[in-house]
């Protein structure tokens, strides 16, 4: 069964009359491909849970309410070093057209995670506090401070000041709240202080006062701290399923700290957890608040939609997916989807197929489609030769042509790429004289080919003279890649003749049988 499945079938057995997944992230940049893995983990076991017939919620929230804390390597420090310590939420646009810097790349985001299937309900972190609903959960957390500083304290073995207080104001008087500390609270209103020093990357103006830490429709007070406001969004919300990274996830780690609020503060059952393992480039964990690895957008530049889902889909949640665009692995990807869509449409006979069919099925968009049969090896084939339009088009694979090129011009190895030599190659000087012979007989072949000719049928003639002069398959073809291309290898050579204009072929072949 397929893990997704798997998960659905153990919370359904729970009985709860309904269930709500979310999943978040804060926007600090460009969001990298990572960060994709969780939303479709997620929407997998949402998808699934529906598919079993319970009801279920997908919600997901950007922390647009969260410091910028680090500037992106491609904004302007002198434009944007000054709202450093400030929330997300407050700093104007990179771009016009959105309200602010949050909303910018979270639409970008957005727009990526819906292109590959997933459309979860988008919640504002920001909102969320602005509507009044975190407001009493707040005061039940400055109410029971003193349980979770010894919660930090037992979690990390050190102790925790007694004036410390698990909620972050924003100053009135410079916006940040990287700066801020909460040192009391008398049940209506916290103490704060906007420290000059508190961190490195900017500094606090100094205030100090009392302000009440409830927001409403006017304004947003300040927010908890995130290990805090985890669970805290849990219990405001109704969440019963949520995951994260495995640094999340491990002991010690954010989410254990989450669990014992849950239990001994809040009262709220801690949701059913989906650790899941980091989605690498290269071997290597990105940063959305640095700028640094692919981004989700791009990603989209590299593979079409249902293959970036597929890439998603189809690797088990504990299992890491290592994204080395560079070699065979995207042609390989490709025939992968393929064969799950060939278990899909003809019928799984064993349980191994029947799980690359619900792979191909999760994997669809909106609605299921066939994939073309031609394969992409092939593709990549046909988009270096002159005119094969309407091939690529016979074969369904207009589509994927785009990614054939950019694979082609951005990660393909040498050895797959070609171009028609505009002169005779001098390579053509070391060929046999049977291959010699061989080209000077095809050019003759070629001035009596019909108009239209059979390319399955062109590639037997071609073979069958071949052997006629004394040469086995590979001297014969590669007498055709020498005189051409000027490698020894290459496409399927009747595709690639019947590309060409016949009379350049005629003169090519005729000049190195010479």
Not at 203 to 210: A, I, L, S, T, V
């Amino acid at each position: 069964m397929f893990w997704a499945d798997e998960i659905a079938e153990h919370l359904r057995n729970r009985r709860f009359a309904s269930e709500w997944v979310d999943d978040m992230k804060t926007p600090s940049g460009k969001i990298h491909v990572g960060a994709l893995r969780g939303v479709v983990i997620h929407d997998l076991v949402y998808k699934a849970l529906r598919d079993a017939g319970v009801n279920a919620r997908y919600t997901y929230i950007f922390d647009d309410h969260d410091p910028m804390d680090a500037l992106p390597v491609y904004l302007s420090d002198a434009e944007f070093g000054p709202y450093l310590g400030q929330p997300l939420f407050t700093i104007p646009s990179p771009v016009s057209g959105f309200s602010n810097y949050a909303q910018y790349y979270a639409q970008d985001f957005s727009q990526v995670f819906q292109a590959i299937g997933c459309y979860p309900e988008i919640i504002w972190a920001s909102e969320l506090y602005r509507s009044g609903f975190m407001n009493e959960v707040i005061a039940e957390v400055l109410d029971q401070a003193a349980e979770i500083r010894q919660i930090y304290a037992e979690m990390y073995d050190r102790p925790v000041a007694a004036d410390w207080y698990p909620f972050q104001p924003y100053c009135p008087a410079c916006g940040k709240v990287s700066t801020t500390e909460t040192d009391d609270w008398n049940g209506q209103e916290v103490h704060m202080i906007c420290r000059p020093d508190k961190v490195k990357f900017t500094q606090g103006c100094g205030y100090e006062g009392w302000l009440s830490p409830f927001s409403d429709e006017r304004h947003v007070a300040g927010k908890l701290p995130w290990k805090v406001e985890w669970p805290a969004k849990w219990k405001v919300l109704g969440v019963t399923v949520e995951g994260a990274g495995k640094d999340h996830m491990s002991a010690g780690g954010s989410h254990d700290l989450a669990a014992q609020i849950c239990q001994r503060v809040l009262d709220y059952p801690l949701p059913y957890a989906l650790p899941y393992e980091f989605f690498l480039v290269g071997g290597k964990k990105m940063s959305s608040s640095r700028g640094l690895g692919s981004s989700a957008q791009e990603m989209l530049e590299i593979l079409p939609p249902e293959i970036l889902r597929f890439l998603m889909v189809r690797t088990r949640l504990n299992s890491a997916i290592d994204f080395e665009p560079e070699g065979e692995t995207i042609p390989r990807l490709f025939d992968d989807y393929q064969r799950c869509a060939r278990a899909y449409y003809e019928g799984a006979t064993n349980p191994l197929e029947e799980d690359l069919a619900r792979i191909f099925e999760l994997s669809a968009i909106d609605r299921l489609v066939a994939p073309p049969t031609g394969r992409f090896a092939t593709l990549c084939q046909w988009v270096q030769m002159p005119d094969m339009t309407a091939e690529i088009a016979a074969a369904g694979l207009e589509t994927w042509a785009p990614y054939a090129r950019v694979w082609l011009e951005r990660f393909a190895p040498e050895e797959d790429r070609f171009t028609v030599s505009c002169v005779l190659p001098t390579s053509v000087g070391g060929l046999l004289p049977a291959q010699k012979s061989f080209l000077a007989q095809l050019a003759v072949m070629l001035e009596d080919l019909p108009s239209v000719a059979d390319p399955e049928l062109l590639q037997s003639q071609i073979y069958d003279l071949g052997k006629a002069a004394g040469l086995n398959g590979k001297q014969t073809f590669s007498a055709i890649y020498l005189s051409l291309l000027d490698k020894d290898h290459g496409p399927k050579a009747a595709w690639l003749l019947l590309s060409l204009e016949r009379n350049f072929l005629v003169v090519r072949f005729r000049a190195a049988g010479a």
